[in-house]
């Protein structure tokens, strides 16, 4: 879970591991939606072009969610499923014990998705997209300002 953000994973940090089997396995792709079964934030994340030829599979408390519509696009859906609305059906019909609310399938699958026609969609998944580059922008010059603050008050120290 470490490993994920709405924002996409961070390949460089995933557990690295060997697949055995008797089958292929589920190779991850770009356009595959992961939403986690269990935790206490239940967000979507999109696999982008990011991962490359990087071969992953999803962790067992992950559902794979592979868009076959051609009138929905993968990243609108991963956002919807992000919103209060989805949220709140999410919230309100997990399974929940004392430390870890648990999502089935069932209720997954019974999330309403409102969809909009496709360039509508594609205008969503733009305002979005930009929307996340903001904010890493915001939190690069937060962390810049306070590296600046910190060697200010280090030279302040050393007289």
Not at 2 to 20: A, I, K, Q, Y
Not at 54 to 68: E, G, I, N, Y
Request: net charge neutral; with cysteine.
């Amino acid at each position: 879970m470490r490993d994920t953000s709405p924002s996409g994973v961070n390949w460089p940090s995933c557990l690295r591991t060997e697949v055995s089997g008797r089958r292929e396995p589920d190779w991850l792709r770009p356009g595959d939606i992961l939403f986690p079964a269990r935790g206490n934030v239940s967000l979507a994340v999109l696999i982008d072009e990011s991962i490359g030829s990087l071969q992953a599979v999803a962790a067992p408390h992950f559902f794979l969610l592979r868009v076959s519509r051609s009138d929905v696009l993968p990243a609108y859906l991963a956002w919807w499923l992000n919103q209060e609305p989805a949220q709140r059906h999410l919230e309100q019909n997990a399974q929940s014990s004392t430390l870890v609310r648990n999502i089935a399938r069932p209720v997954l699958e019974a999330t309403p998705v409102l969809l909009p026609p496709l360039p509508r969609q594609e205008q969503i998944v733009g305002l979005s997209n930009a929307m996340q580059r903001e904010e890493d922008l915001l939190r690069r010059l937060r962390q810049t300002n306070q590296q600046i603050m910190t060697g200010l008050a280090r030279d302040l120290l050393a007289g």
